[in-house]
């Protein structure tokens, strides 16, 4: 039976500007300058503007800058009024771009080489030898089905069957094993072709030149791989009777050899990322500077054109339905062109008060680089300071770089939680992971410390800290057990 009644819900809904601007926030520089890019190509309103004169005292140098109230939140996409920006002056309000440049700084693009893809480099040499057709077409099929490391990691009897299905030919295990073991794990950089770490490792090993220790390294690969790799060298000394000094440099022939072969290819026909950082933060006269890297604040106006053009059309007494649907499309642009440039500001706002409250936060670390100065600090200590929410933080934290005397940091970094010293001060975990990082790094690599000896080691320190916690630390380290970092 159908009936009604009255429902009181409070919903929280988001516009679609404040997704997109929360979106803007947590974008590094270059996705930022895609975006602006793509907005002016996409939106005749928007024009860039800078060929006009510019002051160069409009910097984010100074606090004045920026209200560092709470009212600072990301807010509601305002009401736009086309009348606001219809006025007779070309010089737009809105001037934000900064001179954040050092004077030594230069502005370079970085040329991309061209490489030879790994792929190529491998069909090359394959087809210096003589082939029939059929097998030059199988061991190409075969080269294609290499990974990045440079290896046949699917099963000889699936590339048959790839072959008959996709390409009509039909051929079977024998062929295949006999093309890549007779011509392909022939091929430079040696260990191309290779089943699995072992076989890598062996077809490295037979290529060298033959001494002691090469020809005992090729047995230990090949007869106890899997205690090699668990580093159990005493079982390794038994089973060959060997001593420690001929089983050291045995390991150390093993050491040299290229787990990946086919890494020096693909990492090569990639172009390296570049880090440009969106904050710089200098020592001037004992104090600390923040400035926010001009090419964040890119100088938009609203394009004159258009603005006459509605104004025109407003003016207009008897409008065609042409004319009307004209004025909508215009003010349509013009009212996205000018929340766009709304969003940048807020944009810059919300970057540069988060940045001056992580600054003076950790402004002992900053003024002095000691890492074990830095507090513990988490989103919500910054969220309180600049009453911005903790994702607007987080947004934040997680994609942008600051430059500082001391290298270029990932602000992320600067985040971390807090233990309670013997002293019962509050530390950094950061500061921990460092600490037992130093002692890995200084203990004898003949006897590594186990977690328990860390533990006691870091209690005796002053750090009031449990063993599984410093396994989870040495794991966020990439640091292996104490087995594993165990050398002869």
């Given amino acids: 039976m159908l009936k ?4 009181l819900k409070q919903l929280l809904k988001l516009s679609p500007q404040q997704i997109q601007l929360m979106k803007l926030v947590q974008l590094p520089i270059l996705a930022f300058e895609e975006v602006v890019k793509q907005e002016i190509e996409e939106n005749p309103a928007l024009e860039d503007d800078n ?3 510019y002051d160069s005292s409009d910097s984010f140098d100074s606090e004045n800058d920026f209200d560092d109230s709470g009212d600072s939140e990301i807010i509601d996409a305002p009401d736009i009024n086309i009348d606001e920006y219809l006025s007779d002056d070309e010089v737009p309000s809105y001037r934000v771009q900064s001179n954040n440049y050092n004077d030594d700084d230069e502005n370079k693009e970085l040329p991309y080489a061209q490489y030879e893809s790994f792929q190529e480099h491998i069909s090359s040499q394959l087809h210096t030898f003589r082939l029939t057709e059929n097998e030059e077409e199988i061991a190409d099929f075969i080269v294609g089905n290499l990974d990045d490391d440079g290896y046949l990691r699917r099963d000889l009897s699936s ?7 996709t390409q009509g030919i039909y ?8 093309l890549l073991t007779n011509y392909i794990q022939r091929l430079d950089p040696t260990g191309i072709g290779a089943r699995d770490l072992r076989e890598c490792l062996l077809l490295q090993l037979r290529t060298k030149n033959p001494t002691e220790s090469t020809e005992l ?4 690969i090949n007869e106890m791989f899997d205690a090699f790799t668990k580093k159990h060298y005493n079982k390794i000394q038994q089973k060959f009777s060997i001593s420690e000094e001929n089983l050291k440099r045995a390991v150390n022939e093993i050491e040299r050899l290229n787990p ?3 890494k020096a290819f693909t990492n090569n026909s990639k172009n390296t990322e570049q880090i440009i950082p969106d904050f710089t933060i200098r020592i001037v006269d004992g104090d600390l500077e923040l ?3 001009g090419r964040n604040a890119p100088e938009l106006k609203i394009s004159r054109e258009y603005s006459e053009m509605l104004d025109t059309y407003k003016n207009t007494e008897h409008k065609s339905r042409e004319q009307k649907d004209a004025v909508m499309f215009v003010k349509q642009k013009l009212d996205s062109a000018k929340w766009f440039i709304d969003a940048i500001k807020q944009r810059q706002q919300t970057l540069y008060i988060t940045m001056k409250s992580i600054m003076d936060y950790q402004m002992d670390y900053f003024l002095t680089g000691d890492e074990e100065q830095i507090k513990p600090m988490i989103l919500k200590d910054i969220a309180e300071i600049t009453g911005l929410d903790i994702s607007t933080i987080s947004r934040v934290a997680n994609s942008k770089y600051v430059n500082t005397p001391y290298g270029t940091l990932l602000i992320k970094d600067l985040f971390s939680e807090s233990l309670t010293n013997s002293e019962g001060d509050e530390v950094s975990t950061r500061e921990i992971k460092t600490i037992l990082q130093e002692v890995i790094e200084n203990e004898d690599t003949k006897k590594p410390l186990t977690d328990d000896n860390l533990m006691k080691i870091l209690n005796d320190k002053g750090y009031n800290i449990a063993r599984r916690t410093i396994a989870k630390y040495r794991d966020q380290l990439n640091i292996p057990v104490a087995r594993l970092r165990k050398k002869i």
Wanted: aromatic share 10%.
């Fill in 4 to 7: 009604q009644d009255l429902r």
């Fill in 51 to 53: 060929d006009d004169y």
């Fill in 159 to 165: 590339i048959v069957d790839d072959l008959a299905f």
């Fill in 171 to 178: 051929t079977n295990v024998e062929t295949i094993e006999k």
């Fill in 217 to 220: 390294a090729y047995k230990i």
């Fill in 260 to 262: 990946k072969p086919g």
């Fill in 291 to 293: 400035t926010l890297n």
